[in-house]
């Protein structure tokens, strides 16, 4: 039986690019290379598209210095990928792609995009979920309809912070509607950033006014969400809209104030808690939640749902979705599987499978 052509697209211009090139290694190694041929392509930060060598050559670092490019045709009657070298042009067949992409260009529904386009079955969620999930603010706006918790938030545009800086009143603006709806402390976030890039917590006007300036770097829209103090739990969810299973509960143990890059990727005293205990009734609430916010933004595949326990009320309150969430050594998403008896080679070739049965 001839081996099926898989590409494994990984890096990217988001701030998760690093984040990205961890994840795709745990994923590559569980590919079984008996059924798939694989094909790398890894997107530098600056958006170069390259062929990438071997698998080592992604732990060292040294697939950026390939000197031939790899850049997918938009061309659905040849489903193929356009090799340009010294050696001249070539191309190869694909016949699935499994994207291992964080945050902008990856997570967001733009190379989603471009693989509709070409027609190739692709894991991970589609361009109307990637979409949504990445946005915060309009994740927020379809889970409402649900009755599902969330933190109460305003919308901020970057535009109008960078207009305060000509204009202070603007500013003034920006904060009055913050401080008519939300007491401190607040969280200001990037509206599209991931791995809590841009993120910040303000416990009073300056330091709301600090973080508004540094979230408009990151994006166009800034979400500020009242703070929820409570547990972090997490949710690992696979399937489609009309069929998801949802794994069980994990619970982040964050070394820093709150969960943000350096807790999650670089701080060693943060940890993870598979299957923690929590009040009668609650780990069931949290499941059908996250299934049924997976079901609201139309997801196929895979993603985790993150939430708090509220301190006191006890009650579920929704935080975010991450339609590709990591796969490092260290993430929620394949531990929570693994603990149900799914192991990382399992949880791959589902993911790939789901792909190919893909409906369009």
Avoid at 93 to 98: A, K, L, N, R
Avoid at 135 to 144: N, S
Avoid at 211 to 218: F, N
Avoid at 222 to 241: M, Y
Wanted: aromatic share 8%; with cysteine.
């Amino acid at each position: 039986m001839s081996k099926m052509n898989i590409a494994v697209i990984f890096g990217g211009q988001s701030s998760e690019h690093d984040i990205s090139c961890i994840s795709v290694q745990t994923v590559a190694k569980a590919i079984n290379q008996e059924k798939y041929d694989i094909t790398y392509v890894g997107i530098t930060k600056e958006g170069h598209w390259l062929l990438v060598p071997t698998l080592e050559s992604i732990a060292d670092g040294s697939w950026r210095e390939s000197k031939v490019s790899a850049v997918l045709s938009p061309d659905a009657t040849k489903k193929e990928l356009i090799m340009m070298g010294d050696d001249g042009v070539s191309t190869k067949t694909i016949d699935v792609i499994f994207p291992v992409m964080h945050g902008m260009y990856g997570e967001d529904g733009t190379i989603q995009g471009l693989f509709e386009m070409a027609q190739i079955p692709y894991v991970g969620c589609g361009v109307f979920a990637s979409a949504a999930g990445m946005d915060k603010v309009y994740t927020k706006i379809i889970v409402d309809d649900l009755g599902i918790n969330q933190a109460d938030y305003v919308l901020v545009r970057a535009a109008d912070v960078f207009k305060s800086e000509s204009d202070t009143s603007v500013m003034d603006e920006q904060v009055k509607r913050v401080e008519d709806k939300l007491d401190y402390p607040v969280f200001i976030k990037p509206s599209k950033a991931g791995s809590s890039q841009g993120v910040s917590k303000a416990h009073d006007r300056a330091e709301l006014i600090d973080g508004l300036k540094v979230a408009a770097q990151h994006d166009t829209k800034i979400l500020v969400e009242r703070n929820i103090t409570g547990r972090e739990v997490e949710c690992a969810v696979l399937g489609s809209a009309i069929d998801v299973s949802a794994s069980g509960v994990g619970e982040i143990l964050a070394a820093a104030e709150f969960y943000d890059f350096d807790a999650k990727y670089t701080n060693a005293e943060s940890k993870t808690v598979i299957s923690p205990e929590l009040p009668e009734g609650k780990e069931e609430e949290i499941r059908e939640a996250a299934k049924a916010i997976f079901a609201a933004l139309d997801g196929y595949g895979l993603s985790r749902v993150d939430f708090f326990l509220e301190k006191d009320t006890n009650k579920i309150v929704f935080n975010e979705i991450n339609t590709l969430p990591g796969f490092t050594s260290i993430s929620m998403y394949p531990m929570l599987w693994k603990a149900q008896g799914m192991s990382i080679e399992e949880l791959v070739e589902t993911q790939i499978q789901l792909a190919l049965e893909r409906k369009y």
